[in-house]
């Protein structure tokens, strides 16, 4: 019998922390103070160093001598490689279950989750529309039993879900949803052509926002690199 495991308070500031910084509400260039980490779990400083030198390892957090910790800025040729990956991947996997009559029966499915990214949009409900977002593309994964490929395509990557979320947050509506949209009428109308045009255009979005002049100076931080 496999022993359970207890997350500890490494484990727990951790995950607070890279939420923190994957939902923006850290941003690039944010300096974290561990002192008021700490005092908002009521613990030392040594359970905050240990999660923040995982943060580092992974590229979330980087190190200044003398200076601190901080947010590191959004790595845009990085972004761009996790976004060509998962273009050639995702695309793949769902044309397959086009190809194999697979998507017809989940128009119904897919029409409610882009009405209730509508309704999230119009809200100003970001995080919430773009985990829907998320579920909106795993969905593909799942129905021929290709989630293991979705492991592969980087959609946790600290870049790449920065990079989507102020996608999102800027370029909103007029792609995001109305893009699904597409993706459902091309399914709809067996239209083969059609739905690899709009999935090319879909996973181009983050770019042509991500490298606008208004975001990269945004609050006068070093949002990318």
Known sequence: MQRQTHPTLTDTIYRYLKNEILNLNLEPGDRLSEAGIARQFDCSRIPVREAVQRLVAEGALEVKPQRGSFVTPIDLEQM??????????????????????????????????????????????YLQAYLSDNEFHLLF???????????????????????????????GQDNFVSQHEEIIEAIESRDRTALKEVLH????????????KEILTARGLPYFK
């Open 201 to 212: 255009r879909h996973y181009h979005n983050v770019g042509s926002v991500i490298r606008s």
């Open 80 to 125: 761009e490689r996790v976004r060509y990956i998962r273009e050639v991947l995702e695309t793949r996997v769902i044309v397959d279950d086009f190809d194999k009559g697979l998507l017809t029966p989940l128009i119904p499915i897919l029409r409610s989750m882009v009405n209730r990214q509508a309704e999230l949009m119009n809200i100003g409900d």
């Open 141 to 171: 994964y799942s129905i021929d039993h290709k989630d293991f490929v979705s492991e592969y395509a980087g959609m946790r990557d600290i870049n790449y879900y920065r990079g989507r979320l102020i996608t999102l947050r800027n370029d």
